[in-house]
C-alpha cells in the first residue's frame, strides 16, 4: 500500500524554516516533495490477523503502514472508521503546513521564465503599443462595447433592445474560445478538452450533460480549434479571443445571444459571429476609439510614469529600442506625448505604424512607407531607417535587412501571445517578452488565506484519493465517493475565487489552459507590465523553475526560498 504523504512546494523562505521542515521525515515520490510527519498520528490496536482500530489517538507513521498492510480482514464499520481517520489527520498535517506555505508570497511585479536568458545579451528592445507600452482603463472596454453594440443596431438592424445590456466587467476573460456554429463560449485545455462548467450560451452556461451530447465527450477535435492564429478560418469552427481587446467582443456576443434567445428568436450563429467582428472592427479601423480616447486621454490612458521610466533606463544604458504597432501615428502620438512627454521620439531608433501584424511577420510585398508629421505618405524608396522618421506598414524581411537586427540580441515585447511573438520566436530566433496585465490581479489572488487554504487541502485531499483508491469494497467505496464530491467541490470553488465563469486565465482545474501552453511556447519571459523590468539590472539572467516531468523524482531543493 503506498504510503499516505502530503505535497509541498516552495514552502520555506527562512533558515529556521528549513530546519523545522527537515525534523519531519521527508520523502521523494512522483507526485513532488511529500513529508510524513515524524509525530504521532493516530492509536492502533493489531492482534494477530485481526486488525480492529480501536480509536483515533496517534501513534508513529512507521506503525501505521505497518498496520495498513492488513486492512483486508477489517469490518465494513472498521474499515470506514479507519478511513475517516487517515481523512481528518491528514487535514489536521494540512492546516499544521498552511501558515508555512502562506508565508511564501509570490511577488506579483516578479518576471518569469519560460526559457533561461540572459539581459546581458540583449542589444536591441521592441515594444508594442497597446498593452505594452500604453495600459488601458477598464472604461475603454465599456466604450467599445457601447459603441459595437450602437453599431450592431443602427448599421446591421438588430433589435433596438439590445440597448438595455451593457458591458460586464468581470464576466469574461481572455483565451476563451468560441464555437461559430454552436454560439458557445468556452475555456479549453492545454489537450483540447473542454473545462465542463465554463461553457456558456449568452450569459448562461450549459449543463455538462448536453455539452458532452454536443462534442461527444469533453475533448474538441484539432481539425475544428481555432487556427495557427487563433482564427475561425479555413473550416475551422472554434475562434481562440488573444487580446485584451477580445474582452468586450467576447461580452457583446454573450449579450446578443442572450437577448435572442430570451425573446425566442431564431438567427443564424455565424451571422451573429460575423456582425459583432465587423462591428468591433469598425470601432477600430474607422478611427472611432481612436478619436473618443485622444478626446479624453487622462480618462483611458493609465502607467504612464512606469513605462516611462523603463524606456529611460534603456535608454540610458545604451540600449537601441524600436516600436512596431497596428495602431496609426496621431493615435499613438497622442498617447505617447501623454506618457514620455513631446520629445518621445528620441528614445526610438525605429517607430513603425500600422504595421498590420501578424501580417507584417510574414509577408514580403509591403515595402515601407515614410509618413510626415501632419499624416501625409510620401512615396520615396527607403534605403535607411532614421532615428525620428515615422514609418509605414512595410514587413520584417525588409526591416531586418536595413536594420541588422537578428537573432537573440533582439528581444521584443507585446501582449498578443499569436500577432505579437510567435512568429518571432519561431522562425526569427527573436527573444519574446509577453505582457499579461491579468498575473497581477491572479497573483494576489493566489497570495489570499482563502485560496492557499483551498488549494493546500485540494492537493492533500487528491492525493489521499489517490492512495486510498485501491480499497474497493463497498464500505470504503462509498467514503471515498463523498471524498470525491468534496474535491469536485473545492475544484469549483478554486475557479470561482478568480472568476465566477471561467476561472483562470492560466488553469482549467489542473491542467494548464490552452493559452498558457501558448504562452510557455511562444514566450521567453512574461510579466505583468513592462515596469517590472525596473526590479532588474540590465545583466540579469532569469532562469525558468525546473519542473519536474511525472516520471521524475524532484531531488533538487528548488523548493527553498531564501
Same mark, same amino acid.
Given at each position: 500500500?503506498?504510503?499516505?504523504?502530503?505535497?509541498?512546494?516552495?514552502?520555506?523562505?527562512?533558515?529556521?524554516?528549513?530546519?523545522?521542515?527537515?525534523?519531519?521525515?521527508?520523502?521523494?515520490?512522483?507526485?513532488?516533495?511529500?513529508?510524513?510527519?515524524?509525530?504521532?498520528?493516530?492509536?492502533?490496536?493489531?492482534?494477530?490477523?485481526?486488525?480492529?482500530?480501536?480509536?483515533?489517538?496517534?501513534?508513529?507513521?512507521?506503525?501505521?503502514?505497518?498496520?495498513?498492510?492488513?486492512?483486508? %480482514?477489517?469490518?465494513?464499520?472498521?474499515?470506514?472508521?479507519?478511513?475517516?481517520?487517515?481523512?481528518?489527520?491528514?487535514?489536521?498535517?494540512?492546516?499544521?503546513?498552511?501558515?508555512?506555505?502562506?508565508?511564501?508570497?509570490?511577488?506579483?511585479?516578479?518576471?518569469?521564465?519560460?526559457?533561461?536568458? %540572459?539581459?546581458?545579451?540583449?542589444?536591441?528592445?521592441?515594444?508594442?503599443?497597446?498593452?505594452?507600452?500604453?495600459?488601458?482603463?477598464?472604461?475603454?472596454?465599456?466604450?467599445?462595447?457601447?459603441?459595437?453594440?450602437?453599431?450592431?443596431?443602427?448599421?446591421?438592424?438588430?433589435?433596438?433592445?439590445?440597448?438595455?445590456?451593457?458591458?460586464?466587467?468581470?464576466?469574461?476573460?481572455?483565451?476563451?474560445?468560441?464555437?461559430?456554429?454552436?454560439?458557445?463560449?468556452?475555456?479549453?485545455?492545454?489537450?483540447?478538452?473542454?473545462?465542463?462548467?465554463?461553457?456558456?450560451?449568452?450569459?448562461?452556461?450549459?449543463?455538462?450533460?448536453?455539452?458532452?451530447?454536443?462534442?461527444?465527450?469533453?475533448?474538441?477535435?484539432?481539425?475544428?480549434?481555432?487556427?495557427?492564429?487563433?482564427? %475561425?478560418?479555413?473550416?475551422?469552427?472554434?475562434?481562440?479571443?488573444?487580446?485584451?481587446?477580445?474582452?468586450?467582443?467576447?461580452?457583446?456576443?454573450?449579450?446578443?445571444?442572450?437577448?435572442?434567445?430570451?425573446?425566442?428568436?431564431?438567427?443564424?450563429?455565424?451571422?451573429?459571429?460575423?456582425?459583432?467582428?465587423?462591428?468591433?472592427?469598425?470601432?477600430?479601423?474607422?478611427?472611432?476609439?481612436?478619436?473618443?480616447?485622444?478626446?479624453?486621454?487622462?480618462?483611458?490612458?493609465?502607467?504612464?510614469?512606469?513605462?516611462?521610466?523603463?524606456?529611460?533606463?534603456?535608454?540610458?544604458?545604451?540600449?537601441?529600442?524600436?516600436?512596431?504597432?497596428?495602431?496609426?501615428?496621431?493615435?499613438?502620438?497622442?498617447?505617447?506625448?501623454?506618457?514620455?512627454?513631446?520629445?518621445?521620439?528620441?528614445?526610438?531608433?525605429?517607430?513603425?505604424?500600422?504595421?498590420?501584424?501578424?501580417?507584417?511577420?510574414?509577408?514580403?510585398?509591403?515595402?515601407?512607407?515614410?509618413?510626415?508629421?501632419?499624416?501625409?505618405?510620401?512615396?520615396?524608396?527607403?534605403?535607411?531607417?532614421?532615428?525620428?522618421?515615422?514609418?509605414?506598414?512595410?514587413?520584417?524581411?525588409?526591416?531586418?535587412?536595413?536594420?541588422?537586427?537578428?537573432?537573440?540580441?533582439?528581444?521584443?515585447?507585446?501582449?498578443?501571445?499569436?500577432?505579437?511573438?510567435?512568429?518571432?520566436?519561431?522562425?526569427?530566433?527573436?527573444?519574446?517578452?509577453?505582457?499579461?496585465?491579468?498575473?497581477?490581479?491572479?497573483?494576489?489572488?493566489?497570495?489570499?488565506?482563502?485560496?492557499?487554504?483551498?488549494?493546500?487541502?485540494?492537493?492533500?485531499?487528491?492525493?489521499?484519493?489517490?492512495?486510498?483508491?485501491?480499497?474497493?469494497?463497498?464500505?470504503?467505496?462509498?467514503?471515498?465517493?463523498?471524498?470525491?464530491?468534496?474535491?469536485?467541490?473545492?475544484? %469549483?470553488?478554486?475557479?470561482?475565487?478568480?472568476?465566477?465563469?471561467?476561472?483562470?486565465?492560466?488553469?482549467?482545474?489542473?491542467?494548464?489552459?490552452?493559452?498558457?501552453?501558448?504562452?510557455?511556447?511562444?514566450?521567453?519571459?512574461?510579466?505583468?507590465?513592462?515596469?517590472?523590468?525596473?526590479?532588474?539590472?540590465?545583466?540579469?539572467?532569469?532562469?525558468?523553475?525546473?519542473?519536474?516531468?511525472?516520471?521524475?523524482?524532484?531531488?533538487?531543493?528548488?523548493?527553498?526560498?531564501?
Amino acid at each position: 500500500m503506498p504510503t499516505l504523504c502530503l505535497p509541498l512546494s516552495r514552502l520555506v523562505r527562512s533558515k529556521n524554516n528549513i530546519r523545522k521542515l527537515f525534523t519531519t521525515k521527508a520523502l521523494n515520490t512522483r507526485g513532488g516533495i511529500r513529508v510524513l510527519s515524524s509525530r504521532p498520528l493516530w492509536h492502533v490496536n493489531c492482534r494477530g490477523p485481526k486488525y480492529r482500530p480501536t480509536s483515533c489517538h496517534r501513534i508513529p507513521m512507521e506503525q501505521l503502514l505497518s498496520a495498513n498492510m492488513c486492512t483486508s %480482514s477489517l469490518s465494513d464499520k472498521d474499515m470506514t472508521n479507519w478511513l475517516w481517520c487517515v481523512y481528518n489527520e491528514t487535514k489536521r498535517q494540512t492546516e499544521d503546513l498552511i501558515p508555512v506555505i502562506s508565508n511564501n508570497f509570490v511577488n506579483p511585479d516578479t518576471i518569469f521564465a519560460n526559457n533561461e536568458m %540572459s539581459l546581458q545579451d540583449i542589444e536591441i528592445y521592441g515594444f508594442d503599443y497597446d498593452y505594452t507600452l500604453a495600459f488601458y482603463s477598464s472604461h475603454l472596454h465599456t466604450l467599445i462595447f457601447n459603441i459595437a453594440r450602437d453599431i450592431l443596431i443602427h448599421e446591421h438592424r438588430y433589435p433596438e433592445g439590445l440597448k438595455e445590456y451593457g458591458y460586464i466587467p468581470d464576466f469574461v476573460v481572455r483565451g476563451l474560445h468560441y464555437d461559430v456554429q454552436k454560439a458557445l463560449l468556452m475555456k479549453i485545455d492545454a489537450f483540447h478538452y473542454i473545462q465542463l462548467g465554463t461553457v456558456y450560451r449568452g450569459l448562461h452556461p450549459v449543463p455538462d450533460k448536453e455539452v458532452i451530447a454536443m462534442y461527444e465527450g469533453s475533448h474538441v477535435p484539432l481539425e475544428i480549434m481555432s487556427d495557427f492564429y487563433g482564427k %475561425s478560418s479555413h473550416g475551422h469552427t472554434m475562434k481562440q479571443f488573444m487580446d485584451i481587446f477580445s474582452l468586450p467582443e467576447m461580452t457583446l456576443l454573450s449579450c446578443v445571444n442572450d437577448y435572442f434567445m430570451k425573446h425566442n428568436i431564431d438567427y443564424e450563429p455565424v451571422h451573429l459571429y460575423k456582425d459583432v467582428k465587423e462591428a468591433i472592427g469598425d470601432v477600430h479601423v474607422k478611427g472611432i476609439m481612436y478619436r473618443a480616447v485622444e478626446a479624453d486621454i487622462e480618462k483611458y490612458i493609465c502607467y504612464g510614469e512606469q513605462t516611462h521610466a523603463v524606456l529611460r533606463k534603456l535608454s540610458e544604458n545604451g540600449k537601441k529600442m524600436f516600436l512596431i504597432t497596428n495602431s496609426p501615428l496621431d493615435f499613438v502620438d497622442r498617447g505617447m506625448n501623454y506618457i514620455i512627454g513631446k520629445d518621445w521620439r528620441d528614445l526610438f531608433d525605429v517607430v513603425i505604424v500600422q504595421a498590420d501584424k501578424p501580417g507584417f511577420f510574414n509577408d514580403r510585398r509591403k515595402p515601407f512607407r515614410r509618413v510626415t508629421d501632419k499624416g501625409v505618405l510620401l512615396w520615396d524608396r527607403i534605403h535607411h531607417l532614421e532615428k525620428g522618421q515615422i514609418y509605414k506598414q512595410g514587413n520584417l524581411y525588409e526591416f531586418l535587412r536595413l536594420t541588422g537586427w537578428r537573432g537573440s540580441k533582439v528581444l521584443y515585447f507585446g501582449d498578443h501571445i499569436y500577432s505579437d511573438l510567435a512568429d518571432l520566436t519561431l522562425k526569427h530566433g527573436w527573444r519574446t517578452g509577453a505582457i499579461i496585465p491579468e498575473l497581477r490581479k491572479e497573483i494576489k489572488i493566489m497570495n489570499t488565506e482563502e485560496y492557499v487554504h483551498t488549494m493546500t487541502w485540494l492537493q492533500s485531499l487528491t492525493n489521499l484519493l489517490e492512495h486510498m483508491q485501491v480499497h474497493r469494497d463497498a464500505a470504503s467505496q462509498a467514503v471515498i465517493q463523498q471524498w470525491v464530491r468534496e474535491r469536485e467541490d473545492m475544484r %469549483s470553488r478554486a475557479k470561482n475565487i478568480f472568476n465566477a465563469q471561467f476561472g483562470s486565465l492560466f488553469r482549467t482545474y489542473h491542467n494548464p489552459t490552452y493559452f498558457s501552453r501558448r504562452l510557455s511556447r511562444f514566450a521567453d519571459i512574461y510579466m505583468a507590465s513592462i515596469s517590472c523590468l525596473l526590479n532588474y539590472d540590465l545583466q540579469y539572467t532569469f532562469y525558468p523553475r525546473r519542473t519536474p516531468l511525472q516520471h521524475e523524482a524532484p531531488f533538487w531543493p528548488d523548493f527553498l526560498v531564501f
